[in-house]
């Protein structure tokens, strides 16, 4: 499966972004769904992530109530909706997927990954 993310941008404190993920190829292949993010410095950490039909949904801790993750499988896409950003949600923000239908918070236990795309928040 190949995944193609983008919708990263420059935003304010305060506002919103949604960030896409594409999945194409063998689809089949990305029943867990999840996006990572890379602060600049930083290790690669966990935000979210989607079962195969979105019903179930996992978040990182700190991001609870601001970001959302959905996927919509007729169009082989998931989302991460993020609202109240903050500066310290800049980074890199990836997707990735596995097989599995385990959600997993580990970035090893994801098989396949998109490029990445840049979210930058100013003050």
């Known amino acids: 499966v190949q995944l193609q993310a983008s919708g990263g941008g420059l935003v304010q404190a305060g506002g919103s972004l949604r960030l896409s993920c594409a999945a194409s190829g063998r689809t089949s292949s990305a029943n867990t769904v999840a996006w990572f993010r890379q602060p600049p410095g930083k290790e690669r950490e966990f935000v979210a992530a989607t079962n195969w039909d979105g019903h179930s949904t996992v978040y990182a801790d700190s991001l609870k109530g601001r970001f959302t993750i959905s996927r919509d499988n007729a169009k082989n896409m998931v989302y991460l909706q993020m609202n109240s950003l903050k500066p310290e949600d800049t980074a890199v923000y990836y997707c990735?997927?596995?097989?599995?239908?385990?959600?997993?918070?580990?970035?090893?236990?994801?098989?396949?990954w998109g490029q990445g795309t840049q979210v930058t928040v100013s003050s």
């Open positions: 990735a997927a596995r097989a599995a239908t385990v959600i997993h918070r580990t970035a090893r236990s994801y098989n396949y």
